[in-house]
């Protein structure tokens, strides 16, 4: 049941862009294409969900045994996730080029996401196992995934709409991420 509750709270109610506002670059800057979304969402899972395996052995096993957790911990998380990241680039340019030209500058900043960083951190945290953190971690990727695909589909239709002059681009961009945000609110209380 535990696992369940922890799904349903990170992929909804707590999501990590609608409602805990981090990995907002990401978010705004790779959600003109659902493609594009989708193929960020998919690469922040896999970086996400490697990065807190990596991170949980890494506090549980060498930082906190030695007392080096207080000093060391952001320290190494970040450069687990630039590890990870580097590897995701390499692997994307190799096999699917298309999607590596599509997401451009936004892959690389994957490693400066705070979402990525903050699950880590969270799932140290709060104490998870390893098996809750993975848990923890996926959904929230997920969460991350949804969100940008939603906001790239309303993106993408707004392109197609009349929009006021003053309101094309960024400012429709701006109001309609805060119409999402207020909508996502509505899953709280869920669990």
Same mark, same amino acid.
């Given at each position: 049941?535990?696992?369940? $509750? $922890?799904?349903?709270?990170?992929?909804?109610?707590?999501?990590?862009?609608?409602?805990?506002? @981090?990995?907002?670059?990401?978010?705004?800057?790779?959600?003109?294409?659902?493609?594009?979304?989708?193929?960020?969402?998919?690469?922040?899972?896999?970086?996400?969900?490697?990065?807190? =395996?990596?991170?949980?052995?890494?506090?549980?096993?060498?930082?906190?045994?030695? &007392? @080096?957790?207080?000093?060391?911990?952001?320290?190494?998380?970040?450069?687990? =996730?630039?590890?990870?990241?580097?590897?995701?680039?390499?692997?994307?340019?190799?096999? /699917?080029?298309?999607?590596?030209? /599509?997401? &451009?500058?936004?892959?690389? @900043?994957?490693?400066?996401?705070?979402?990525?960083?903050?699950?880590?951190?969270?799932?140290?945290?709060?104490?998870?196992? @390893?098996?809750?953190?993975?848990?923890?971690?996926? /959904?929230?990727?997920?969460?991350?995934?949804?969100?940008?695909? =939603?906001?790239?589909?309303?993106?993408?239709?707004?392109?197609?709409?009349?929009?006021?002059?003053?309101?094309?681009?960024?400012?429709?961009?701006?109001?309609?991420?805060?119409?999402?945000?207020?909508?996502?609110?509505?899953?709280?209380?869920?669990?």
């Amino acid at each position: 049941m535990e696992y369940i $509750i $922890i799904i349903i709270a990170a992929i909804f109610v707590n999501n990590v862009v609608l409602a805990q506002f @981090l990995g907002i670059c990401p978010f705004i800057g790779v959600s003109r294409k659902v493609e594009t979304a989708l193929g960020m969402g998919m690469a922040v899972l896999f970086v996400m969900t490697l990065a807190t =395996i990596v991170t949980w052995v890494i506090n549980t096993y060498v930082l906190k045994p030695y &007392g @080096l957790d207080a000093f060391l911990q952001t320290l190494s998380f970040i450069l687990v =996730i630039a590890a990870l990241v580097q590897m995701v680039e390499i692997v994307l340019k190799k096999v /699917a080029p298309a999607l590596y030209q /599509a997401l &451009g500058i936004f892959l690389p @900043l994957i490693t400066t996401n705070c979402a990525v960083l903050g699950v880590a951190l969270l799932t140290v945290q709060k104490e998870y196992t @390893l098996g809750l953190g993975v848990t923890y971690a996926a /959904a929230t990727a997920i969460g991350f995934a949804l969100a940008l695909v =939603i906001f790239a589909g309303i993106r993408e239709q707004l392109d197609k709409s009349e929009v006021p002059e003053g309101m094309k681009g960024t400012p429709i961009a701006l109001v309609t991420a805060g119409l999402l945000a207020m909508a996502f609110m509505g899953f709280s209380g869920l669990v």
